[in-house]
Nanobody, 121 residues
Framework: VQLQASGGGLVQPGGSLRLSCAASLRPSTYHMGWFRQAPGKEREFVAAITWSGGNTYYADSVKGRFTISRDNAKNTVFLQMDSLKPEDTAIYYC????????????????WGQGTQVTVSS
């Protein structure tokens, strides 16, 4: 599976961004997730979605502000980020695996290249 993340950028606090992760090779059978890594910090879980889209999972820090979704017909996973805060600044990575526990733990082999999100006034 090859993953290509995009959609990052510079946004003011309170603003919104929508990240996309385009996947290849049967991504519709994969559970997908987003992680982020801020400078000097470890990579952390942000959100995950099951292959059918029927279940979603969020880190407490983004719950109620971020929404993960997917369009299997387009082999794409999205992360809608609203009410952004400066502490959301990080490189965001998408990941996918056939095992949900692998996606949620961030221990899989398939990762996108990352897209930078900067929240600043």
């Amino acid at each position: 599976v090859q993953l290509q993340a995009s959609g990052g950028g510079l946004v003011q606090p309170g603003g919104s961004l929508r990240l996309s992760c385009a996947a290849s090779l049967r991504p519709s059978t994969y559970h997908m997730g987003w992680f982020r890594q801020a400078p000097g910090k470890e990579r952390e879980f942000v959100a995950a979605i099951t292959w059918s889209g029927g279940n979603t999972y969020y880190a407490d820090s983004v719950k109620g502000r971020f929404t993960i979704s997917r369009d299997n017909a387009k082999n794409t996973v999205f992360l809608q980020m609203d009410s952004l805060k400066p502490e959301d600044t990080a490189i965001y990575y998408c990941t996918g695996d056939e095992r949900l526990i692998v996606v949620r733990s961030g221990t899989g082999l398939h990762w996108g290249q990352g897209t930078q999100v900067t929240v600043s006034s």
